[in-house]
Structure formats: C-alpha cells, structure tokens
C-alpha cells in the first residue's frame, strides 16, 4: 500500500512538472510572437535582465535596511547615504561610458562591465563594517554606470522609431521584475543573511555577462534594426533614411526646425562637453530629463524605505511587506507595457505628442492615487491605491525615453542618455539621503516620520506633471530640427560603423 502511495505521488509529481513545462513551453512561444520572433526576444529579454539585474540589487539594499542596520550598527540615514552613494558615483559614471557607447562595441564593453558587477556584489557580502560595505558599493555605482548609455544606443540601433516605446515597455519589464526580486526572494534571504543576499545576487550576474557578450552588435544610426519576422521592415529603417515616425510626420507638416540646434558635421568627433552642452540646448530634453529624475526620486525612496513603512503603516511581518510589494509590482509592469504600446499607437495615428500625452496623464494621476495608501492603515485598503499609483508612475517611463531618441541625432545616443543617466542619479542618490534624514531629524522617525515624509515627497511627482506640460509645446519643433539634421547630413561611415 505504502509503494502505490509512493508511485502515486511520483506519477502526480511527474505529471505536475510535465504540465508545467509544457505551459512554459507554450508562454515562451507566445512571448516570441509577440517580440517578433528568437532574435528580438533574445536581445530584449537580455537587456531586460540587465536592468532587471541592477535594479535587484537596489531593492536588496532597501529590503535588507533592517538587517543591515542591526548587523553593522546604523541608522536610517547611513542606508541613505549608502544608496545615495552609489547612485552618486554612477551618474558621475555615466558621462564616459556615454562616450564609449558612441564610439565602442557596446556588446563587449556591457559583458565586461557585468562581470565587473558580479565582483562588486561578492566584495559587499564579504565586508565587516559600513566603510568597507560604501567602498565596495562605490565601485559597483561605478560599473553599473555602463547600462544607461549602452542600452539607450543599442535599442535605437536593434529597434525602429514606431516601435521603441513597446520596445522600451519590454526592456523596462525586466528592471520591474529585478526589483521584485531584490525586495520579494533577496530580502527573504536577507532576513537570515544579508551577506548571502548579496551573493546570490552575483551568481546570475556572471550569467548575464555571457549572454550580452554573445549578442550581435547593430551598426549605428538605426541601420542595423533587427526584422520582425512575419512583416515587411519598416521603411524609416532602410539604409537610406534616419528618420524615425515622429520625425517624418514633423517634416510632412511642415514644422520649422531651430536653426542653431541642427547639428552640423559629424557627431563622433564632438567631445563630452561639446554634446552635453549640445544636448542641453534642447528644451524638451531637459523638460524630459526633469520630469524623469523627479519620477525616479520617489521611486528610489519607495525602494529604499517601501518595506519599512509597510511593516510599520500597516502593521505586518517581512514576508507579508515583501509579499505585498510583489503584488504592487504587477500594476508597475502592466503599467510600463501599457504605456509605452499606447505611444507609439497614438504615434501611428498621427499624434506626434501621442508619447507625451500618455506621460501627462499618467504623471498627473500618480500624487492623486498615492496619497489615500499613505493615510489608511489598513493594508487590504491600500493595495488598489498602491496598485493604481505604481501602475501609472511606471506608464511615465517607455513613452519618455523612446522619445528622448526622437529628438537626438542617432551618433549622440550614447552621450544623450549619459547626460539623462547623470542627472537622474543625482535625483536618484539624494532621494534615500533625503528620505532617511527627513524621516529621522524632521520628522521624528518611526512609522509617522516615515509617512510624513512620503507624504511631502508627492511634491516633486507633481512638479514632474507640470514639466511634461510644458515639454508638449517644444517637442514637434525639437523633432523637426532632429529630422532636419538625419535629412540634411550623411556622416562618413555611418552605415558601416559597428562599434
């Protein structure tokens, strides 16, 4: 009786896994589909686990803050300054792996950076005290600088213009699910160590590094966009033209580009003072760089503190806070799919602020759907607030950064989204800084100076709405003058470079 029981569960065991394979076989398929076909699915899901890797390791930090702080003696604003320290040095980063972006192979120099990641992680889960844990934390802001840049320049080499907020949507998938990672398995495994944290960490790390290595590399100037299998290429990709779908709707209008922004000569001579004074000069750039570090800010604060306040606002255990914050997750990666696919359709349709419409609104409901779940105790009545708010802030990002590329010469992606990664680090370092000190000196600590400093910190997401208002009048014309330069220049070389 006794050996039918175990054949039994066997037979069960064996069918359940069967079963399993075959529903992930089917999900995989599907996913393939959808991306395009095995190519496209590999270099997005690789860069997806890119971000997604970084962004794990940003949440472990924030779901392992109790731990930490036990195990090294520190306070709250110590794991402020921690993060901020990193994110700090990663902006500062930035700004030469931007110029590499434009001038190297990307592909290697990302497989290099990553395997440097992997040291990093395994150097913080061996450090005795805080200053040996903020010097293995500086180097790692260091070489995770590399992801910004080379990932904006590659998607808009791999991708075409109509599709790159879907694309974007995708990518940006991935950094949500890191992040989930980080707070939901990490911080569980924090809770008994947070020093294995870290190293399990560094295992898919070493992985990744592979994987990036093997990808192909595109040439520049969206001249290497990969095909979707099943359809015709889209036109703005063949080698003649550099125009993406919003720029040839600002030149079928009749737009009127800024004289003095169209770039004249070859943009991979200018150096990084050049292009950073050159992308600068562009208003809707800076409207969008604002707008999307003020985002970051309150979401480098959530990742930092999020578990912490749920455990006190709502009065529940670790795994519940970190089971809590998984479930919020599923609106942030609705919100990223939702809304870069509904840019670029409302692109398709001929709405040349389609992207930043969508950006709008979204920017303008986030404050209003965060502030009930700051005030209610009660978790069961937070979670649609906390779901409706992730959803939306996240919906901000696809549209935004596939129209940052729609107003920058394709040569000067690199520097451009060094800029951008630059500036919104700095958001990003002074967010946990700021959380942590205001919660602790201005607000007393504990649960209520948490919420409170929440509570102020809707400001800035506010301010973000007003921004992209404004970035809706200088868009068309910053796009025509992009589409004026693609038009009016052919860069030595362009079409061969590949690295």
């Not at 090294?72 to 794991?79: C, E, F, G, M």
């Not at 889960?125 to 320049?153: E, K, Q, W, Y």
């Not at 125009?243 to 009127?256: K, V, W």
Request: net charge positive; hydrophobic share 50%.
């Amino acid at each position: 009786m006794g050996a039918m029981n175990k054949d039994s569960r066997r037979s069960l065991l064996a069918g359940i896994a069967a079963l399993a394979g075959v529903v992930a076989e089917a999900g995989a398929n599907r996913l393939t589909v959808a991306l395009g076909g095995r190519e496209r699915t590999r270099v997005i899901v690789v860069l997806a686990c890119i971000l997604g890797l970084s962004a794990a390791d940003v949440s472990t930090v924030g779901a392992s803050a109790t731990e930490l702080r036990h195990g090294l003696h520190i306070s709250n604003t110590d794991i402020g300054l921690l993060v901020a320290t990193t994110s700090l040095v990663g902006a500062i980063a930035s700004l030469p792996f931007g110029v590499l972006a434009d001038r190297v192979r990307r592909t290697t120099t990302l497989a290099i950076a990553i395997v440097l990641w992997a040291v990093a992680m395994l150097w913080s889960a061996s450090v005795s005290n805080f200053h040996d844990l903020l010097v293995a934390r500086v180097f790692l802001g260091a070489v995770t600088a590399a992801a910004g840049p080379m990932i904006a320049s590659l998607v808009g080499d791999y991708f075409g213009g109509a599709e790159r907020g879907r694309v974007y949507g995708y990518i940006l998938t991935g950094e949500l699910l890191g992040a989930g990672f980080g707070f939901a398995v990490t911080g569980d495994i924090a809770a008994v160590s947070w020093r294995a944290a870290f190293v399990i960490l560094a295992i898919p790390a070493l992985v990744l590094s592979v994987l990036v290595a093997r990808l192909p590399e595109p040439r520049r100037g969206g001249q290497g966009v990969l095909a979707h299998e099943g359809r015709e290429p889209p036109e703005e990709t063949t080698p003649e033209l550099h125009e993406t779908d919003a720029q040839r709707l600002a030149r079928e209008r009749g737009l009127e580009p800024d004289p003095e922004l169209v770039l004249e000569g070859d943009p991979r001579r200018m150096n990084i003072i050049a292009a950073t004074r050159h992308v600068l000069r562009i208003r809707t750039n800076i409207y969008l760089i604002a707008a999307s570090a003020l985002g970051y800010y309150f979401l480098a604060g959530v990742q930092t503190f999020g578990i912490e306040f749920a455990k006190e606002q709502y009065d529940i255990g670790q795994a519940l806070a970190n089971l809590l914050l998984l479930v919020i997750g599923v609106g942030a990666v609705a919100g990223v799919l939702v809304g870069g696919a509904l840019g670029d359709r409302l692109l398709r349709r001929g709405r040349l602020n389609g992207r930043l419409y969508v950006a709008i609104g979204a920017a303008t409901l986030t404050p209003v759907l965060f502030a009930p779940a700051l005030f209610t105790r009660s978790a069961t009545s937070a979670v649609p607030y906390l779901i409706g708010a992730v959803l939306v802030l996240s919906a901000q990002n696809p549209p935004l950064d596939a129209a940052r590329l729609d107003i920058m010469p394709p040569l000067l992606w690199g520097r451009a989204e060094a800029v951008r990664t630059l500036l919104r680090s700095l958001a990003q370092a002074l967010a946990p800084l700021l959380f942590g000190a205001v919660s602790d000196h201005v607000f007393g600590g504990g649960r209520s100076g948490l919420q409170w400093t929440f509570v102020v910190m809707l400001v800035p997401l506010a301010a973000s709405a007003y921004l992209l208002f404004r970035a809706r009048r200088t868009y068309p014309r910053d796009v025509a003058t992009a589409s004026a330069a693609a038009a009016s220049r052919r860069w030595p070389g362009e079409a061969r470079l590949a690295g």
